[in-house]
């Protein structure tokens, strides 16, 4: 049970590249989320999945897309590179609804120059 | 949604009891309490969450008053290892889902 994976663990880009970044969970979770860390900050939600099939906006989804694969599978796309999206990225899951605690992968460090 | 506030950062000694206290005045009737640890280079852990009063486990305790205005993160008798950031979060639901707000945390610093 590996719980939460994220690849790569590291990346640099220049800017107006695009890439992909991978989430995937073996916790039969329904809800999985993405988020981004800047140095010294809290982390912010970039967008969330409630179930397989739905996609939803969370408080900085500007630059990114996603896409819920299956339900193991949570998708982080940047299609044009940026230097402000230089951060530390994070993939979640949970089990859904109100409350649930979430388990975290261990992160994607991205370097935008 | 349910802002929190809570010290930018602490200092501790080894076998000392640690309480941080995170305030969140606009809590919504149905919100959960959480509190989550994170080390460097790593995504954060859940600790313990709770409703109201007090929750235990083995790690921590959270107290919560009537008013659920505020509450306090107890970790008894900490150590090093303890050094991290702490996040109280308030769960936030739309449709039924969770969508977690995170502040800056508090950085809890224990020296020897």
């Known amino acids: 049970n590996a719980g939460v994976t994220q690849t790569p663990k590291f990346q640099v880009l220049k800017t107006g590249q695009s890439m992909t970044l991978q989430c995937a969970q073996d916790m039969n979770h329904n809800s999985m989320y993405w988020y981004r860390q800047d140095p010294g900050m809290g982390l912010r939600l970039i967008y969330y999945?409630?179930?397989?099939?739905?996609?939803d906006k969370g408080e900085v989804p500007n630059g990114y897309n996603v896409s819920r694969l299956n339900k193991r599978e949570f998708s982080l796309r940047l299609e044009s590179a940026a230097p402000s999206q230089t951060s530390v990225y994070f993939c979640?899951?949970?089990?859904?609804?109100?409350?649930?605690?979430?388990?975290f992968g261990p992160g994607t460090r991205l370097l935008v120059l | 949604l349910a802002k929190t506030t809570q010290p930018i950062s602490m200092d501790s000694y080894e076998g000392q009891e640690v309480n941080i206290t995170c305030s969140h005045n606009n809590i919504a009737t149905n919100d959960y309490i959480t509190w989550y640890q994170q080390f460097p280079s790593q995504g954060p852990r859940f600790i313990i969450q709770g409703y109201k009063t007090k929750v235990t486990n083995e790690v921590a305790s959270l107290f919560i008053p009537a008013d659920r205005k505020s509450s306090t993160l107890s970790l008894p008798r900490v150590s090093l290892s303890d050094t991290a950031v702490y996040y109280c979060?308030?769960?936030?639901?739309?449709?039924?889902?969770?969508?977690?707000?995170f502040g800056a945390g508090t950085r809890l610093a224990v020296h020897p």
């Open positions: 979640a899951s949970s089990v859904g609804g109100r409350g649930e605690t979430q388990y």
């Open positions: 979060l308030v769960g936030e639901a739309s449709g039924g889902y969770n969508k977690l707000i």
């Open positions: 999945s409630a179930s397989e099939g739905t996609t």
